[in-house]
């Protein structure tokens, strides 16, 4: 029951998410806005359905079960979720799970993105880890953590690029900022 409840929750999610996407790319489009790497983000979107799906597999046909650290994978699960939440608001209708550049629009430093370049991957990284942790899916775990790493290693230099073609304010940007860890800097005056 327990399994079905968390799978449930993030399947919904990853829904919803995808709706937000949708509204926010018609929007963005109609303003103008440049698609980037159409190429990729059908495997990009394939990677996190059989990620879905070999996670519910592995758990129901091995028989895994609830972790003994569930609190703590748990309670860094929701940490994750609110940073993802404060990612989605921080960027608002730019916010989306395509490249979608809007030719000279302001770089969002805003929320979490005042620290890092790549929250929203940050938090993916971490859940391709915690979420089949927490029911002991040690292959999944392993193997989509591996096929994540390939996928971003293809999609981030491919926004990077885009953001910085487009962007005039992107390359000051990213050099203030590292890609995944927080970077902490006195406000200058």
């Known amino acids: 029951m327990i399994f079905a409840l968390f799978y449930a929750f993030i399947v919904t999610q990853r ?3 995808l709706g937000i996407a949708k ?11 440049k ?3 159409k190429g990729h983000y059908k495997y990009m979107v394939s990677l996190h359905v059989v990620f879905l799906t070999c996670f519910l597999l592995e758990v129901i ?10 609190p703590v994978i748990l309670t860094l699960f929701i940490v994750t979720q609110s940073l993802r ?19 000279d629009a ?9 620290f890092l370049r790549h929250p929203n991957y940050t938090i993916v990284v971490l859940e391709f880890l915690l979420i ?11 193997l989509f953590t591996i096929l994540n790493a390939w996928m971003l290693s293809v999609r981030i230099p491919l926004e990077e690029r885009a953001l910085a073609d487009m962007t005039a304010n992107y390359a000051s940007y990213m050099g203030e900022r590292n890609r995944f860890s927080p970077t902490f800097q006195k406000e200058s005056e």
């Open 35 to 37: 698609e980037y790497g």
């Open 132 to 142: 089949p942790l927490m029911f002991h899916a040690f292959y999944t775990a392993v």
């Open 23 to 33: 509204r926010n790319e018609q929007w963005i489009l109609a303003k103008g806005a």
């Open 106 to 114: 302001s770089i969002v430093k805003a929320g979490p993105y005042k």
């Open 61 to 70: 046909l091995l028989e895994r079960t609830l972790s003994p650290f569930w």
């Open 15 to 17: 829904v919803v998410e």
């Open 85 to 103: 939440l404060w990612a989605i608001q921080s960027l608002g209708r730019y916010w989306n799970t395509k490249v979608l550049i809007l030719p």
